[in-house]
């Protein structure tokens, strides 16, 4: 089985910053692929409007948001591509302190 979680997050809205990020997304580095596999997501898929963003993770059953922090917060790789990222990006607003994507709350499915 698997599981699936779609996360929203702000990009700063600035043409010029928008298409920096989705640059550095054409390409990411070995490394984070690697870090997001190992933490048990199968696919992870980012889609934008404007300066909306919305990613889907589809995970093994075992995958956990804690546990994936843990490996990130010990990954020297990770934290300098997520302090990159960071001058990019802005919560949205309602967002927990210390959260940047937040989860989504499934409300319909057919």
Request: proline share 3%.
């Amino acid at each position: 089985m698997m599981q699936r979680f779609m996360l929203m997050l702000d990009l700063k809205n600035e043409s010029k910053l928008i298409q920096t990020y989705e640059n550095y997304h054409q390409n990411i580095p070995a490394e984070i692929a690697e870090s997001i596999r190992a933490s048990g997501i199968e696919s992870m898929e980012i889609f934008r409007f404007e300066n909306r963003l919305v990613m889907e993770i589809v995970a093994h059953d075992s995958f956990s948001f804690e546990e994936k922090s843990k490996l990130d917060s010990s990954n020297d790789q990770v934290q300098a591509w997520e302090q990159l990222m960071s001058q990019f990006q802005q919560v949205i607003p309602g967002t927990p302190e210390g959260v940047k994507w937040v989860l989504t709350k499934q409300i319909f499915k057919l």
